[in-house]
């Protein structure tokens, strides 16, 4: 059973940064995500990666976040840079035992929070304008 544990989060002005770890017991054979949920809403897909690098993004955070593992370290990162005050949200980490991130049409598949099994504690991340 795959073990998660996130660290980062915080507080920081609109257009600043923000890095988020979750270290996990495993990575192989699991694709790996990021979550995000914001008070009264729906719990979010933000970022995925797999083992061998294939990634996808919600539309929303394009071009501003990134998602990354580190191997060495057993750590996959959520980059954000240019944080907006709609990106204020409780952000999980969570991982579901599958090859790849992509189904076999290309699809980013695990995507909806209901898709993965393992989910970290959540770090709240607020972006005040």
């Known amino acids: 059973q795959v073990q998660l544990r996130e660290s980062g989060g915080g507080s920081v002005q609109a257009g600043g940064s923000l890095r988020l770890s979750c270290a996990i017991s495993i990575y192989n054979d699991y694709c790996m995500g990021w979550f995000r949920q914001a008070p009264g809403k729906d719990r979010e897909a933000v970022a995925a990666?797999?083992?061998?690098?294939?990634?996808n993004f919600a539309d929303s955070v394009k071009g501003r976040f990134t998602i990354f593992l580190s191997k060495r370290e057993n750590t996959f990162y959520l980059q954000m840079n240019s944080l907006k005050p709609e990106d204020t949200a409780m952000y999980y980490c969570a991982a579901e035992y599958t090859l790849y991130c992509k189904s076999d049409s290309g699809a980013p598949r695990p995507w909806s929070h209901d898709e993965y099994t393992y989910w970290g504690q959540g770090t709240q991340v607020t972006v005040s304008s």
């Open positions: 990666i797999d083992s061998d690098g294939t990634t």
